[in-house]
């Protein structure tokens, strides 16, 4: 908790947007620090937090990483802007207290504010910069949750949601991408994308795919498949606005299926994209962990990735949910371009279907069946995860882009 840094670190990772108890990004931020400091260079996570109340402390799960206090959640109206304010201010202090000691920041991008720009302006020679998506496209994205309206209520929400962040994106957003040491995105179009649409300068740009803690997850069997049914699932997390997942598009298309074998969808999160929905395949489980979600992935066949990118202007993805599908040796449909999983395709692990926005359901059973038959195919799913996808073999190329990316901010 203590603000002020005791050890010398070789880098800090830092991520503005931290909560009390660890979620998916924070637990992939601690994986990525732990393999960080496998490869040799010793990180330290830095989580900013707003404090919820006196009495509870944030849980830190292991010593990677500190937290340091945003001060007290928001309330009220532009809260969400207050908290982009707040999250800034912090980092802002935190730097100035250890900007001595600190010899370079990697940082997860989390939205434009002139405070940030401001912040990167001065210390962005020391910034590695994240990017995750085209943020300006899921911004506008989830314009339906936030329309505009001439009712005090609605207009104050729309500009809080929608105005505000799209204009800080088209100017600040700009500004920033332009004042890091380089960017980083988790795929090769997000890092060209960001690097153009920087004004001024156009720093080097890397890109790198999402990986996971291949031990930390259970494998599957591959060995449960009757012959008569076959079970799909997705993961989805907390998934309002997530509309890149195309759920209604995999519903449709497992909807005009009339072939031999009866099909089941199991669905692990909560999305507003199946309020109302009641198809007699899908079964609706809810957040699910622990045992409960290794229960269902082990009573799975076949894992569904992403079908609605195009919705957020992108072709290419690398989404969380598909590493975590090789890490358990399940065989993965999806309807997006993804390096990592070029490999898995070209053994007949793994499917990717070229219109996502209307395939045939046929050719998704057939591979299923054909992929479900190949000796050992979890096991060899499971090698590519650990051999390819491991956060310790992602982290080494992140290590060689830092180190080399730290020599010239010394020149």
Known sequence: MDEKIIEDYSLY??????????????????????????????????????????????????????????????????????AKRASVLAFKKWMKINKASIPFIYLRYDGASYLLYRFCKKYGSVIGLEFQSKNINEIR???????????????????EHQFIPLSNEEIFGRLIAGKVNFILGVTREIAEWNQKRSLFRKPPIFSLGNGVSAEGVSPHSGVNFDGKTIKFMILIGAAKGATWNGIERILKSMKQYKGEYKLELHVAGITDELEGVKEPFIVQHGFLSGGALEQLVENCHIAFGAFAMDKIQLTEGSTMKMREYAARGIPCVYGHEDADYIPLVNMGLAYRVKTPEAFAFQDVVQFAVKAMSIPNYADKIRDYAVNHLDFKVKMKVLKEIIEKQKQKALV
């Open 141 to 159: 994205n989830n314009a339906s949750y936030n329309p505009f309206g001439l009712r005090p209520s609605k207009l104050l929400s729309w500009i």
């Open 13 to 82: 990772y830092c991520y503005l947007n931290a909560g009390y108890h660890e979620d998916s990004v924070q637990r992939k931020i601690r994986n990525q620090i732990l393999a960080l400091d496998v490869n040799g260079i010793r990180t330290k996570g830095v989580f900013f937090y707003f404090e919820t109340n006196k009495v509870e402390k944030p849980i830190a799960v292991d010593k990677s990483f500190i937290f340091v206090s945003k001060g007290p959640e928001p309330t009220g109206y532009f809260r969400s802007l207050k």
